[in-house]
């Protein structure tokens, strides 16, 4: 039988009564790793008592105490830091390089939460009317829920229940079952780092146990970050139950490649930006939209796709590692067949990959097509997978266009070397991260993380000043002081009385 992960509740790491198991699978070969169970409905109860037991006492502690909780779990967790990315990458198939920089990236979210006291000052004025002064605190709102995907569970709950627990929440995480591993481990190096032991619950399980987290009355807000139907579902069914919600949803972000720009550059992007971590991140550039005569280079990248191959995650050559799981290749496979059947040219197949000694992985080969159409399925859905589709248009307005059409918002970018088209696309372009010849814009967590339209439904984002908007309410004070209680003080006393 293989190890059963346990549930952190109640400040122990514990062993569910449930009898309903989910196999966690190494994505390069069919191997269980471990089964995470799926929470029962007295154990999701009592991690939410036990997170609102402790709220009452962890509200209570000073700012620079909760500032200094996050400055040890950044310091344990950079010495962990490979310790951790070996995990993630036995259980998401992630190449070791990207599975570190998906705990780097989160480590950087923990070094922000360290910031805390500056980011919950509030604001004060003098005299808003004749001796009246005003002045805001912020607060923390309860217990918070964070519900995260499988494609970064290392980043994603370090998104959230830091930001949420530093501003004087505590917080209730329900991992992706399909990597839960990566975030056990990051609760136990958070209690290693001194958190107290309730401040944090992680519980496990699917939609169930998530419709437990947006239903309850003491969840006062839910963090949530993954595909798009099961994003709008938690955002309805969390927003109807009154609570706050940001719900950072699916995407197809589009590179817009002017024919004055770098060749190398566009073309060495593009492969590492559409097919890294095997197309599966919401920042991954699935469209590439040739202006004008750039579409000359479409050659050329077919070129760079064709020397580019997924393997193991301790494959040194490796660019890129397995899907998620066979359903996620079967659903990549199947998109590719529409594309063709579509009329789309298909430059590259991946779709009959193998790797030598790993016959069972979930393997995508780089796919590339060109002459896709609005119209076609490869453009509209999402595939995360390494698949790229090329659209040609004439002018730039035309790529603008095409972009804002697009129902997702979430990352798009311009390679050029003119900087009053960039300037042009930056700011008529309808989506939340914009890059100039960078391709990938994902802001670091002194900004926030702002996808727009289809890929978020909210208003305050993920991480950076937003974040503590989001998990905190805001208090205003306003104050009158008698002069007549200056008299008072001045002649009370021991003896006045
Ligand atoms: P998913 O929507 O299948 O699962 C996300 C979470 O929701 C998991 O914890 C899962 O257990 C839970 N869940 C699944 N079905 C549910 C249901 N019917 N009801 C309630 N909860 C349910 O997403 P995924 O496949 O794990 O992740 C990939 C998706 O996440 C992609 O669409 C990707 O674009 C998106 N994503 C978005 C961002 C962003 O910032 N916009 C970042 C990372 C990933």
């Known amino acids: 039988m293989s190890t059963r992960l346990p549930q952190l509740i109640n400040g122990e790491f514990a062993q569910s009564a449930t009898d309903t198991w989910i196999p966690v699978t190494n994505p390069a070969t069919q191997e269980v790793l471990c089964e995470a169970p799926a929470a029962t409905g007295e154990e999701m109860e009592q991690a939410i008592a036990a997170a609102k037991a402790a709220f009452e006492e962890w509200r209570?502690?000073?700012?620079?105490?909760?500032?200094?909780?996050?400055?040890?779990?950044?310091?344990?967790?950079?010495?962990?830091?490979?310790?951790?990315?070996?995990?993630?990458?036995k259980e998401t198939g992630k190449t070791f390089e990207d599975a570190k920089g998906d705990v780097w990236r989160g480590i950087e979210v923990v070094e922000q939460a360290a910031n805390i006291p500056s980011l919950m000052m509030g604001e004060t004025v003098e005299n808003v009317a004749?001796?009246?002064?005003?002045?805001?605190w912020i607060q923390p709102l309860g217990v918070c829920a964070g519900i995260t995907p499988f494609n970064f569970p290392a980043m994603i709950p370090l998104w959230m229940f830091p930001m949420a627990i530093a501003s004087g929440n505590t917080f209730v995480l329900k991992p992706s079952e399909q990597d839960p591993m990566t975030p056990n481990l990051l609760a136990e190096l958070f209690l290693e780092a001194g958190a107290p032991k309730n401040v944090l619950q992680v519980v496990h399980g699917g939609k169930?146990?998530?419709?437990?987290?947006?239903?309850?009355?003491?969840?006062?807000?839910?963090?949530?970050?993954?595909?798009?139907?099961?994003?709008?579902?938690?955002y309805r069914t969390a927003t109807e139950h009154l609570k706050r919600a940001q719900c950072f949803a699916g995407a197809k972000n589009h590179m817009v490649i002017m024919p004055d720009a770098q060749k190398s550059q566009v073309v060495g992007n593009l492969v590492g930006s559409s097919c890294g971590?095997?197309?599966?991140?919401?920042?991954?550039?699935?469209?590439?939209?040739?202006?004008?005569?750039?579409?000359?280079?479409?050659?050329?990248?077919?070129?760079?796709f064709a020397k580019v191959r997924p393997g193991a995650w301790d494959d040194a050559?490796?660019?890129?590692?397995?899907q998620i799981s066979p359903k996620a290749r079967e659903r990549i496979l199947t998109l590719i067949k529409q594309g063709k059947e579509e009329g789309a040219t298909c430059l590259l197949d991946g779709s009959g990959c193998t790797v030598d000694g790993l016959?069972?992985?979930?393997?995508?080969?780089?796919?590339?097509?060109?002459?896709?159409?609005?119209?076609?399925s490869i453009y509209n859905?999402?595939?995360?997978?390494?698949?790229?589709?090329?659209?040609?248009?004439?002018?730039?307005?035309?790529?603008?266009?095409?972009?804002?059409?697009?129902?997702?918002?979430?990352?798009?970018?311009?390679?050029?070397?003119?900087?009053?088209?960039?300037r042009k696309y930056q700011h008529e372009v309808e989506v939340g991260q914009v890059g100039i010849n960078i391709p990938i814009p994902v802001p670091l967590p002194f900004f926030s993380f702002t996808g727009w339209k289809g890929s978020f439904?909210?208003?305050?984002?993920?991480?950076?000043?937003?974040?503590?908007?989001?998990?905190?309410?805001?208090?205003?004070?306003?104050?009158?002081?008698?002069?007549?209680?200056?008299?008072?003080?001045?002649?009370?006393?021991?003896?006045?009385?």
């Open 457 to 497: 439904y909210g208003d305050q984002h993920a991480y950076g000043k937003q974040a503590v908007r989001f998990y905190t309410e805001t208090k205003t004070v306003t104050s009158r002081w008698f002069d007549d209680d200056i008299a008072d003080a001045t002649h009370s006393g021991p003896n006045m009385t």
């Open 208 to 234: 169930q146990q998530v419709d437990t987290l947006l239903t309850h009355p003491e969840i006062k807000a839910v963090s949530f970050v993954g595909s798009v139907p099961v994003g709008q579902h938690v």
């Open 130 to 136: 004749r001796s009246i002064d005003t002045h805001s």
């Open 60 to 89: 209570e502690v000073p700012v620079t105490e909760r500032a200094r909780l996050m400055m040890r779990y950044q310091a344990l967790l950079k010495e962990r830091h490979d310790d951790i990315a070996k995990v993630l990458a």
């Open 381 to 422: 859905e999402e595939i995360f997978g390494p698949v790229l589709c090329c659209v040609c248009v004439d002018t730039l307005e035309e790529a603008i266009e095409l972009v804002n059409n697009s129902p997702y918002g979430n990352g798009t970018s311009i390679f050029t070397a003119s900087g009053a088209a960039a």
């Open 359 to 376: 016959p069972d992985g979930n393997w995508v080969g780089p796919t590339l097509f060109t002459d896709v159409k609005p119209e076609m």
């Open 317 to 322: 050559g490796a660019a890129y590692g397995p």
């Open 277 to 304: 971590a095997a197309g599966q991140r919401c920042m991954a550039i699935s469209v590439a939209v040739f202006v004008g005569d750039s579409k000359q280079w479409i050659d050329d990248i077919k070129e760079e």
